[in-house]
Nanobody
Framework: QVQLVESRGGLVQAGGSLRLSCAASGLLFSINHMGWYRQAPGKQRELVASITSDESTNYADSVKGRFTISRDNAKKTVYLQMNSLKPEDTAVYYC????????????????WGQGTQVTVSS
């Protein structure tokens, strides 16, 4: 009942930047937690960054100081600004959102985007 649509990733050179966005749609009541995860080939999905409704943020150690997560509540959108990209950042990036939506009454949701490929060349 809640859909997340991510922007396209892309191919960038090491040291470059890329910005991802993820917009939520549906009969949303609230979005509490929004986050970005990534999964590289042969590896488990891992948390990259998250942001709460009061804009408290959390980052994986590997991206601290390089990535910035932000959200626009009016647009129901979360962003991930990625700077100083490294080849090891290559992965499929997934958006996640947790909150409540209307379906006759309030229900919880935990939704994922379709994933977008980010490739960093050396």
């Amino acid at each position: 009942q809640v859909q997340l649509v991510e922007s396209r990733g892309g191919l960038v050179q090491a040291g470059g930047s890329l910005r991802l966005s993820c917009a939520a749609s549906g009969l949303l009541f609230s979005i509490n937690h929004m986050g970005w995860y990534r999964q590289a080939p042969g590896k488990q999905r891992e948390l990259v960054a998250s942001i709460t409704s009061d804009e408290s943020t959390n980052y994986a150690d590997s991206v601290k100081g390089r990535f910035t997560i932000s959200r626009d509540n009016a647009k129901k959108t979360v962003y991930l600004q990625m700077n100083s990209l490294k080849p090891e950042d290559t992965a499929v990036y997934y958006c996640n959102a947790v909150g409540k939506y209307y379906h006759g009454h309030l229900l919880d949701f935990d939704s994922w985007g379709q994933g977008t490929q980010v490739t960093v060349s050396s």
